[in-house]
């Protein structure tokens, strides 16, 4: 489906005729802006006549965003068909789009499904938004530029982008998705766009990548050719543990949940949440020790089948993310310091997985001599000249995955560091339930949302889908009852979009 720039605008412009009509503007339409869309859709009704709403995103990343673009169909989506369907917007089902494409399969047993496949169904969601809220007499404007900053002005806050200023907004959604930190040296090859990685690394067939996550697999697996030996550095030598789609057994969180928090009496601290998720483990026979094992991972990458106790006790843990995030929204900053340093990487280590399909391909290729994982290498300090000798390689490709740290990503996202509040490390800080971006004194801005990875700061994990997804519906619902508080009018139950 076609996002149309200019279309409609002039009759647009005749419905902000009303002093009490609100202005929003949307900073960012990947995934965390179009299901913020797609909720505020949801919402709308008539009363929203004459609301103004400013979209602003490249051309290219409408919908889709960097995560799901169309230039990396070689990367592979981790999440299940089902997973992505049970976090559809109720105005566009996942599993209906996708079947109506004829498309194959989508079990990650079996095949790999490509993000870009995802990024289609976004940007066809975003449409089916944009259209919906048009329907209602919203006026929907997309800008087609990159947002370089925001700024409080009189009369509300004022987006800048590349090409032109926007009129202030009475509020912003900031949606940026994801980035990496730059490289530290100047002799390296850009993993991204994958579809352009092989041309960039010219005629090498040895190639040594920076990383051993997810990045460095999609990476390794763009390189597949039969003929490339790859070499993958990482302090811990290991890749990412294996997702059984057909383990899955549906059972939810007994001890680990967010309503176990909400109701807990007392201060909260770490070790309230680390006992509890203890007794989530110990229905499976686990302990932390367990599942952060360097033995027993390796056990797992050997035969991810071995197990069914590991993969159901995983399973489980992977509908935790909104309880550890209630947990950290309820924990003093001292509490959030020590359950960070309690789980930290490994945790991470253990939760996020390659498919069953993706982990037969590595395999292969490391039987055949041309994936090869070495460990103790940090990035960061000296002797990493002597390892690529050693190697025979002289292609490094950083793939060290993604960062929070705002002065780490692009000029807005650098730039809001100057208007919100960060954490000790440098990431943004929200207020979780609403969405609305702290000041640096720690009160909440009624004028700047956050969603996604500019807003780690208040969560224990933030680059999930389920999170963000989560995100986007309490911003969503944070514009909603300022553009009904604008207007004087309560929205109708009866009245709401299905």
Not at 223 to 240: A, W
Request: charged share 20%; hydrophobic share 40%; aromatic share 4%.
């Amino acid at each position: 489906m076609v996002l149309h720039l200019h279309s409609e605008q002039s009759a647009d412009r005749a419905l902000l005729d009303s002093a009490s009509a609100a202005r929003v503007a949307v900073v960012g339409a990947g995934v965390g802006g179009t299901l913020t869309l797609s909720r505020l859709a949801e919402l709308a009704d008539g009363s929203w006549r004459g609301t103004a709403l400013d979209i602003v995103d490249r051309p290219e990343s409408l919908g889709r965003g960097r995560a799901f673009g169309s230039d990396i169909a070689a990367a592979a989506v981790n999440t299940s068909a089902h997973r992505l369907e049970a976090l559809s917007p109720t105005l566009h089902s996942f599993r209906t789009w996708h079947a109506g494409l004829g498309g194959r399969s989508t079990d990650l047993d079996i095949v790999p499904m490509s993000r870009s496949v995802y990024g289609d169904y976004l940007t066809t969601t975003l449409a089916k938004a944009i259209d919906r809220l048009r329907s209602h007499g919203v006026g929907v404007r997309l800008h087609p530029m990159h947002a370089n900053a925001i700024r409080p002005v009189d009369g509300g806050i004022a987006v800048l982008g590349d090409t032109a200023a926007l009129p202030p907004a009475d509020i912003a959604v900031v949606a940026p998705g994801v980035w990496s930190p730059a490289p530290t040296r100047h002799d390296t090859v850009s993993a991204y766009p994958l579809s352009g990685l092989r041309s960039r690394l010219g005629g090498s067939r040895a190639v040594a990548v920076l990383g051993s996550g997810l990045t460095a697999v999609d990476v390794a697996c763009t390189l597949d050719d039969g003929e490339t030996r790859i070499h993958l550095l990482s302090r811990s030598g290991t890749l990412p543990r294996v997702q059984v789609e057909a383990a899955r057994t549906g059972d939810a969180p007994e001890h680990l949940t967010a309503e176990a928090f909400r109701s807990h009496t007392g201060g909260l601290t770490a070790e309230a949440v680390l006992s509890l998720l203890d007794r989530e483990l110990a229905r499976f026979g686990r302990t932390r020790a367990d599942i952060f094992s360097d033995a027993a991972h390796a056990d797992h990458w050997t035969d991810p089948l071995a197990d069914p106790a590991d993969l159901a006790c995983y399973h489980t843990l992977s509908a935790t993310n909104q309880a550890l995030n209630t947990a950290f929204a309820l924990l003093p900053a001292a509490e959030r310091h020590a359950l960070r340093d309690a789980l930290g990487p490994r945790w991470f280590r253990y939760r996020v997985r390659v498919p069953l399909s993706r982990w037969r391909q590595l395999r292969r290729m490391q039987a055949e001599g041309r994936l090869m994982v070495h460990g103790g290498i940090d990035a960061r300090q000296t002797g990493l000249d002597d390892v690529l000798t050693d190697l025979g390689v002289n292609r490094l490709i950083p793939a060290l995955g993604q960062s929070s740290i705002l002065s780490e990503g692009p000029a807005l996202v650098a730039d809001l560091a100057a208007h919100i509040g960060c954490d000790d490390a440098g990431q943004g800080l929200v207020d979780p339930a609403t969405g609305r971006a702290l000041t640096p004194s720690g009160t909440p801005r009624d004028d700047l949302l956050l969603v996604g990875q500019v807003s780690a700061g208040s969560y224990f994990t933030v680059s999930a889908l389920d999170v963000v997804a989560g995100q986007a519906r309490r911003a969503a619902q944070t514009v909603a009852d300022h553009i009904t508080t604008r207007t004087g009018l309560r929205m109708p139950v009866a009245g709401k979009a299905a």
